[in-house]
């Protein structure tokens, strides 16, 4: 049975490291939907870049609008905070980290 899965990262790559990504990858690996948004200090993974098997493996990734802003950055692919929470009612999984 294919479930949606959101990975919700907010720590920094000092803090998450790419490890923080293996739970993201073996969903994809499995063909589930898989979402991986970036919030918090997570956007600053826009600075370090993600690793490149996360880009190519799950198809959508967003960075928060909100946390950008607030840290003075600006990135394609944003979803604001209440596009967030509805998308966080409608996934089956949701992991943060």
Known sequence: MKKSYLF???KSPAEG???AFDL???AAAFDHEV????????VFWLRAG????????????????????ERGLSAA???????LAKLIAETDVVVTG
């Open 77 to 83: 692919n944003q979803i604001g905070r209440d596009e």
């Open 50 to 69: 993600l690793p490149e098997l996360v880009t190519e493996a799950v198809e959508q990734i967003a960075y928060e609008r909100e946390s950008l802003a």
């Open 8 to 10: 919700l990262q907010t």
């Open 24 to 26: 993201a990858l073996t």
């Open 17 to 19: 490291g790419p490890e």
């Open 35 to 42: 979402h991986l948004i970036l919030a918090e200090d997570g």
